[in-house]
């Protein structure tokens, strides 16, 4: 099962930059529970929590595509060395504004410029791979590593992240996030040699944009998806403190990405023949499915185990969504392609977590959950109206990347 990733793992280069990714990709499982807990125990309102949290997603889907045209014409490291020190620097303003009981526009304020800046490393990873490796099968199999590694993070990250707003201080879960992301990403970005090539604009050129249908398609998916993540990271803080033991949040969202975890190496150990489209519309489904039934889980153990098995369907998805943007967009603009989904997720984790968070101030965590059913039911409608636009590109891709070795994607 693990000799494909061991294969590309031991090109020149590799191990030292996906693991830099790694720590480097921390901050994006810290950040959204750790702005949930430090505000909703220092200000009392989960609702405020979750606008701020939305506030700083927002701001980076608005904000990391366009960084990550700067990157494709210019470098990964012209762009994000300068980018890294200002985000790192309004995640520090962020907590010091929470702790001095500041107003909720300085919360922000300082959020917009950490997350103005801090881009997507998932996509410059990604797009280093693509650099790197020359067949779809290849592909397959890096991108499906990521996304293992992602989950990783989803794993320490949230416990991390509760066990140091419970045990320490509520701002304390937002220290380790600026820590990774200044050590992990100074670090991948001293390394040169892996990184691809910048493709500069020619003058007099118009590049016009990647958003085709089939690309708004997944993004729309994506954003579907990420209200669903969103929603959870604050209905299942809410459900752990109304169960009388808060710090177990991170636990139960840990389990959550497990799930993931798991399926997401067993799927990128294995090439698939089915159509790309097809599996997208799958794994959407089982995962809306997945989280329809938390509002009505009764205990915490209940409730994780939920989130493993509606975890499984998470990191396939993924994978499978990101291959279809690998397949669709120029590779001199991957970088930008992939940014996208993250941005439209970005956007649905803003709207999840702000109308979980407003469900939970006046229904508990019953009305958080029923938000993130709703997430689901929005992703399952987007899968199905942007099926015909996916399967009539992939369909013209055939010529280009065979169907015996068609995934070429990740999360």
């Known amino acids: 099962m693990f000799r494909p990733y061991r294969e590309i793992l031991a090109r020149p280069g590799a191990l030292s930059f996906s693991a830099a990714g790694l720590v480097a990709r921390l901050p994006i499982s810290m950040v959204g529970i750790g702005i949930v807990l430090m505000v909703s125990e220092l200000y009392g309102s989960y609702g405020m929590a979750g606008r701020v949290s939305a506030v700083f ?60 800046s801090i881009g997507s490393m998932g996509a410059l990873v990604r797009a280093r791979w693509g650099a790197l490796l020359g067949t779809p099968r290849d592909l397959h199999t890096a991108y499906s590593l990521e996304s293992a590694l992602d989950e990783v993070a989803f794993i320490v990250g949230p416990v991390l992240a509760t066990t140091l707003a419970t045990a320490v201080a509520p701002w ?9 992301a200044f050590v992990g990403g100074y670090w991948f970005l001293a390394q040169r040699a892996t990184e691809p090539p910048p493709a500069p604009r020619e003058p007099g050129v118009r590049t016009g944009t990647i958003l085709s249908g089939s690309m708004v398609a997944v993004a729309g998916v994506f954003a579907a998806v990420g209200a669903i993540f969103g929603g959870i990271d604050v209905a299942v803080v809410a459900f752990a403190e109304e169960e009388g033991s808060k710090g177990a949040a991170g636990f139960v969202l840990a389990v959550f990405a497990l799930g993931s975890l798991a399926a997401g190496l067993a799927y990128g150990a294995r090439h698939w023949r089915s159509p790309l489209w097809a599996r997208f519309t799958v794994g959407t489904c089982v995962l809306a499915a997945g989280v329809s039934t938390f509002f009505l889980v009764g205990s915490l153990p209940v409730l994780a185990v939920a989130g493993f098995v509606a975890g499984l369907a998470i990191a396939p998805t993924i994978i499978t969504g990101n291959a279809l943007v690998q397949a669709v967009v120029p590779p001199q603009r991957l970088t930008e392609g992939l940014t996208w989904l993250t941005a439209a997720m970005g956007i649905g984790v803003s709207v999840g977590s702000t109308g979980a968070g407003t469900a939970i101030d006046a229904y508990g965590s019953r009305g958080g ?24 590109r992939t369909r013209a891709e055939e010529v280009r990347v065979p169907s015996a070795a068609e995934p070429p994607g990740a999360a």
């Open 369 to 392: 959950f029923t938000a993130v059913a709703v997430a689901g039911a929005a992703a399952v409608l987007a899968s199905l109206a942007g099926g015909p636009a996916l399967r009539a």
């Open 172 to 180: 304390s879960a937002l220290v380790v996030p600026i820590l990774a």
């Open 57 to 116: 997603v927002v701001v980076q889907a608005i904000c990391a595509p366009q960084l990550a045209k700067l990157i494709d014409r210019r470098g990964q490291a012209a762009v994000m060395r300068p980018a890294l020190a200002v985000a790192c620097t309004g995640l520090t303003a962020l907590v010091l504004a929470a702790v001095a009981g500041a107003p909720e526009w300085a919360l922000y304020l300082a959020a917009a410029v950490a997350a103005s």
